[in-house]
């Protein structure tokens, strides 16, 4: 069926480095996609969106690649903090405004 | 704006029995809410998608006589777990949905279930 995946399951970074979360989706028609950020016992927190018609958006140490091609999505934080800890998902938006969530990918921030 | 906000947040219970959770839009009127099921370590499962005043539309795999879904106005969906079982025992997340252009979703603080 129809999935959103991520490659890395587990990331850990220096505090102050730049991270970089990966995601492939599998259906080339969906036309939106969000990162959320998630920290234990809470619900997830959108972080950044970007439609199918852009290749790029950035938001505050935030920037959202996208690149339809290879159906890649990736998620940049630049100047990683220690309360970037958390596990972000990368999501997908079919129609029927139904959103689909890939695996998670940790990341670790080492102070 | 836009605050979601779910009751209660920790429940345990024994297994038979029914468990209900609450899902609010606190500030906003959502048509749309969304209930989700997380399992320990892994990825948010969309249950089902519930529309104020119709019926519940469920995922594939996802009984619709054992989650029971009420949406009855339009700040308020409730999910009740009948006849819980251990397995049952869940992370379970709602949205609710709201925008004036592409429609966003805002996610509650989630409930955590323990089925004795």
């Known amino acids: 069926g129809e999935s959103v995946g991520l490659h890395l399951p587990t990331l850990s970074v220096q505090e102050g480095d730049n991270s970089i979360i990966n995601c492939a989706y599998s259906?080339?028609?969906?036309?939106?996609f969000i990162w959320y950020k998630q920290e234990s016992g809470k619900g997830p927190q959108f972080i950044i969106d970007?439609?199918?018609?852009?290749d790029k958006r950035q938001g505050q140490r935030v920037t959202v690649l996208l690149n339809k091609t290879v159906k890649h999505l990736s998620l940049q934080i630049a100047a990683t903090q220690p309360g970037d800890s958390a596990v972000y998902f990368c999501?997908?938006?079919?129609?029927?405004?139904?959103?689909?969530f890939g695996a998670g990918t940790r990341l670790f921030v080492k102070a | 704006g836009a605050v979601v906000s779910q009751h209660p947040s920790r429940v345990i219970c024994k297994s038979g029995t029914s468990v209900k959770i609450e899902c609010r839009s606190l500030?906003?009127?959502?048509?749309?809410m969304f209930w989700y099921r997380q399992f320990p370590k892994q990825s948010l499962m969309l249950m089902a998608t519930?529309?104020?005043?119709?019926?519940?539309?469920?995922e594939q795999g996802v009984e619709k006589d054992k989650f029971l879904i009420n949406h009855a106005s339009l700040t308020l969906s409730t999910l009740t777990v009948t006849s819980a079982h251990p397995e049952d025992s869940s992370f379970y997340i709602c949205?609710?949905?709201?925008?004036?252009?592409?429609?966003?979703?805002?996610f509650g603080p989630g409930t955590r279930l323990t089925v004795l």
């Open positions: 259906n080339s028609a969906s036309d939106y």
């Open positions: 999501a997908e938006n079919t129609g029927g405004f139904k959103t689909i």
């Open positions: 949205s609710a949905e709201w925008g004036p252009t592409y429609n966003e979703q805002f």
């Open positions: 500030d906003f009127q959502a048509t749309t």
């Open positions: 519930s529309n104020e005043g119709s019926k519940a539309t469920y």
């Open positions: 970007i439609r199918s018609n852009m």
